[in-house]
């Protein structure tokens, strides 16, 4: 089941950076944080994970906090091509083996 | 090759027709999972295969059975179907089930008449 808990709706001009916030207050240390997106009619698209330390890659930031109840997503420079639903999940194991998706955040970019 | 393949892109049939979904990926991954999704919900986790094996059934009803039948190739054969069974199938690999990224496919959308 879902164990996480994210803001319906976002919106964010293009350009700017977009931050997409999580809670997941019942995380245990050996969960990890993910992310995934999906553009409209498309498949999920894995974004970035991580355990307790801040990770970057080419597509975004995650901020995990340090009691690791919450964390946010980071996209620097926000495109058109971001306005997408947002995941985040926590599962111990991943691959989609424990990928329980919740109601995730539509991110809207505007122009 | 990052992909996996879904065929077809959109079926549509009848609540007597027997159908298979196809998923094919070439990237080495030994996990395999296939999931549904309604409009405007999110993915829900349907089966599990971990080398071949079925190791997750998330309660889904007999008229959807999957198949493995190698390590590239998952099939969900389709039986009596409902017109609630209408929704995107989406298919999913991954390396193992340990910490890795899935890659999803795009999904065939099924609609039941």
């Known amino acids: 089941d879902a164990k996480t808990t994210q803001p319906p709706s976002m919106d964010c001009a293009e350009g700017r950076a977009a931050n997409l916030p999580c809670n997941h207050s019942t995380i245990s240390g050996n969960e990890y944080v993910y992310w995934y997106r999906q553009i409209h009619s498309q498949g999920p698209q894995y974004i970035i994970h991580?355990?307790?330390n801040n990770e970057t890659n080419e597509m975004a930031s995650l901020i995990i906090t340090e009691d690791r109840k919450s964390s946010t997503l980071i996209l620097p420079h926000a495109t058109l091509r971001d306005t997408a639903v947002y995941y985040c999940?926590?599962?111990?194991?991943?691959?989609?083996?424990?990928?329980?998706f919740g109601t995730g955040t539509r991110l809207t970019v505007i122009p | 090759d990052t992909e996996v393949t879904q065929t077809p892109k959109h079926l549509v049939m009848g609540m007597t027709n027997k159908k298979s979904l196809k998923c094919e990926q070439h990237m080495g991954h030994r996990a395999m999972y296939w999931y549904k999704q309604k409009a405007k919900k999110p993915p829900e986790l349907m089966f599990v295969?971990?080398?071949?094996?079925?190791?997750i059934n998330e309660s889904v009803p007999s008229r959807f059975s999957p198949e493995c039948p190698n390590s590239s190739l998952l099939n969900l054969h389709l039986h009596a179907l409902q017109p609630e069974d209408s929704a995107l199938y989406l298919c999913?690999?991954?390396?193992?089930?340990?910490?890795?990224?899935?890659?999803f496919g795009q999904g065939t959308r099924l609609t039941v008449v």
């Open positions: 991580g355990l307790k």
């Open positions: 999913a690999s991954s390396f193992g089930t340990t910490n890795t990224e899935a890659f």
């Open positions: 999940i926590q599962g111990v194991e991943t691959g989609a083996n424990n990928l329980f």
């Open positions: 295969y971990s080398y071949e094996k079925l190791s």
